[in-house]
């Protein structure tokens, strides 16, 4: 693939980034690449994150429908997706240039929210869809079917729909496994149940899940990689499956998935 058009996307929560971003547009036009600040159009080539994890989800749903590599330079503080430290950001590019880097393609899960009078356009999310209680001051109750097979009534503070690839985030402080992104899976993670047994499921990808309130309840909200996006009442369906694109993840040929576990989590290494 020749690099002719590259997009950078920075955080805007201080001036580091904006200068870093600048500064590679100078360094890609030396090599003849276009690069362009803050904007995705569908001839570009690859797209660079300068921030943190938080940034590059912010981005996913659009990458992924438009086909467009992403690649994650982590200017933030844990960065599983932005694996590429801001320091080795140029031999990265010069990697992706001369094409040595791999391109992991990476599960996305879609969701809408359906109910009598409307149905709402689906929403792409790469780590997970939550459903939250929010400010409501008791636990809610969830029944959730798998295809059309009813799976439990979840009494608990939410709900987490998860891809391998958010396994790692909301879904591990939940209680749930980590799953190696290479599966095609999808985790129901249920958020300080009520019942002990309740525990998360594996779901292979093809499964159609579904969840809806039992009881009169109101402004639950549904996240997705997130962000707030809908408000649910009983009267709503929220269907979850997964999406027809995935998200075309850059990863270092440096570093093993469980290289990245270790350092990021402060898992124990050989004795």
């Known amino acids: 693939m020749k690099i002719q058009k590259v997009g950078i996307i920075i955080k805007h929560d201080s001036p580091e980034p904006q200068r870093i971003g600048e500064e590679m547009v100078t360094w890609l036009a030396g090599q003849g690449i276009l ?26 749903d659009q990458a992924s429908r438009l086909g467009i590599p992403v690649v994650g330079v982590n200017l933030g503080s844990l960065g599983f997706l932005t694996e590429f430290a801001v320091e080795n950001r140029y031999e990265a590019l010069e990697n992706i240039i001369s094409g040595q880097l791999a391109i992991e393609d990476r599960l996305m899960l879609k969701a809408r929210l359906r109910n009598d009078r409307i149905t709402t356009d689906w929403l792409y999310a790469l780590n997970d869809v939550v459903v939250s209680k929010g400010s409501v001051d008791r636990l809610i109750k969830m029944e959730t079917w798998a295809d059309d097979e009813f799976i439990a009534s979840y009494k608990a503070d939410g709900l987490i729909f998860s891809t391998p690839t958010g396994s790692t985030a909301y879904n591990l402080s939940a209680g749930g496994p980590i799953i190696h992104p290479g599966m ?28 809806r309130l039992a009881g009169r309840v109101n402004d639950v909200k549904v996240i997705v990689d997130g962000r707030p996006v809908w408000v649910m009442s009983s009267k709503d369906y929220l269907e979850v499956e997964v999406a027809e694109k995935t998200l075309r993840l850059v990863a270092s040929s440096h570093k093993g998935y469980f290289e990245i576990l270790r350092s990021k989590l402060n898992w124990g290494g050989r004795s």
């Open 35 to 60: 690069g362009v600040l803050d904007r995705i159009t569908a001839d570009m080539d690859i797209l660079v994150i300068l921030g943190g994890d938080g940034t590059l989800l912010h981005v996913a």
């Open 184 to 211: 095609d899976s999808i985790m129901v993670t249920p958020i300080c149940p009520f019942m002990l047994e309740s525990r998360p499921v594996l779901l292979p990808s093809a499964t159609k899940l579904s969840t």
